[in-house]
């Protein structure tokens, strides 16, 4: 199976690039939304993810890896809600801000612009490699 790419949004000041790289792996809990959780039930091991800072910076910063598939989420009380573990994989060498995406013909249509609540979406291979050259970084290896 071909590696799939997805984005996943985070406030900074919840949990920074910066923190996950310290940190080296993390579970991706919390999601509430419906398509967020079906976006992360079809996640599988070795797909890559971009990293988004929300609210305040507004940038993509780096890609992770999923490295453990959708399990129960431990922090839902009630409900069918999953969780995913990623780890950091690439730090961008330049981050590529909302502003950017927006004014970008090939990506201002993307859900990160037009449903700016989900907090984890998917994205095609066209997406992915144009924000990788905004980013001015290379193609990461296949898993």
Do not use: C
Request: glycine letters at 4%; hydrophobic letters at 40%; proline letters at 5%.
């Amino acid at each position: 199976m071909s590696t799939r790419y997805w984005m996943v949004k985070q406030e900074p000041a919840a949990y920074s690039w910066k923190r996950f790289l310290k940190d080296g792996i993390t579970a991706w809990t919390g999601v509430r939304s419906h398509e967020a959780r079906n976006n992360l039930r079809s996640m599988r091991r070795g797909d890559l993810v971009f990293f988004y800072h929300s609210v305040t910076d507004k940038e993509v910063v780096g890609i992770a890896r999923v490295t453990t598939e959708a399990y129960p989420d431990p922090t839902s009380k009630e409900g069918d809600w999953v969780a995913v573990d990623l780890a950091p994989y690439i730090t961008l060498s330049r981050p590529v801000t909302l502003q950017t995406i927006k004014e970008d013909s090939l990506l201002s249509g993307m859900k990160l612009v037009r449903q700016s609540r989900l907090s984890v979406l998917s994205l095609d291979l066209q997406q992915f490699r144009r924000l990788l050259a905004l980013a001015e970084s290379p193609m990461p290896a296949s898993s």
